[in-house]
C-alpha cells in the first residue's frame, strides 16, 4: 500500500518549485494537485507555500530569475558593457537544462508577471555610456544568446556541446574586451 504524501517540511518549497518547473516543461499546466502528486505531497503542502496556481508560476519565474541573475553577476555588478554582455552570454549557454528554459518560456507565456519581472530585470542591467557601435554588438550578441536559448527551449536544431562552445566563442569575439 502506498503510504500518504508528507506534510509540508522547509525544505519541500525547492521540491515544489522543481515539480512544477518539470510540469511547464514538459507542457502540463502546473495545478496544485499536479505538482502536489509529482512533488509527492498533498494538496496541502502546496497551498502552504503558494495560495494559487498563478503564485506557484510567478515562483517558478522568480526562482529561475534568481539563478540566471547569479550567473550574470557573480556576486557584483558587472563593470563595463562587454562583462556584463559576456556574461548575460555565459549565463544563456549555461543556464542549467533545456528543461528550466522551457520552463521559464511557459512561465513567461501564462504568466504576465513573469514577463514583465524578467523586463523589469533585463532594464536594470543596462549600463550608461556606450558607444552606438558597440551598443549594436552588445545587443546582436545578447540577442544571438537568447535565439540559442529558445532554440534549446523549443528543441530545436539539435545544437551539441562542441557546436554551443563554437557558439560562445563566437558570441565573445563580437563582444570584443
Request: aromatic share 4%.
Amino acid at each position: 500500500m502506498r503510504s500518504a504524501p508528507s506534510t509540508p517540511r522547509s525544505n519541500s518549497r525547492p521540491a515544489l518549485l522543481k515539480a512544477a518547473a518539470a510540469l511547464l516543461a514538459d507542457g502540463h499546466v502546473p495545478t496544485i494537485g499536479a505538482v502536489a502528486t509529482l512533488a509527492g505531497v498533498t494538496k496541502g503542502a502546496v497551498q502552504h507555500h503558494f495560495a494559487n496556481r498563478e503564485a506557484l508560476i510567478s515562483a517558478v519565474g522568480t526562482d529561475l530569475l534568481i539563478r540566471f541573475n547569479e550567473l550574470t553577476t557573480q556576486g557584483e555588478r558587472p563593470r563595463s558593457p562587454q562583462v556584463a554582455a559576456r556574461l548575460y552570454v555565459d549565463a544563456s549557454l549555461d543556464l542549467d537544462d533545456p528543461p528550466s528554459s522551457r520552463a521559464l518560456l511557459v512561465a513567461c507565456a501564462t504568466e504576465p508577471t513573469v514577463a514583465e519581472m524578467w523586463k523589469r530585470w533585463l532594464d536594470e542591467q543596462r549600463l550608461p555610456g556606450t558607444e552606438r557601435d558597440m551598443e549594436m554588438r552588445l545587443l546582436v550578441a545578447r540577442l544571438a544568446a537568447d535565439g540559442l536559448w529558445l532554440s534549446d527551449a523549443l528543441g530545436m536544431y539539435g545544437i551539441d556541446g562542441e557546436m554551443r562552445e563554437a557558439v560562445r566563442t563566437e558570441l565573445h569575439r563580437i563582444i570584443g574586451s
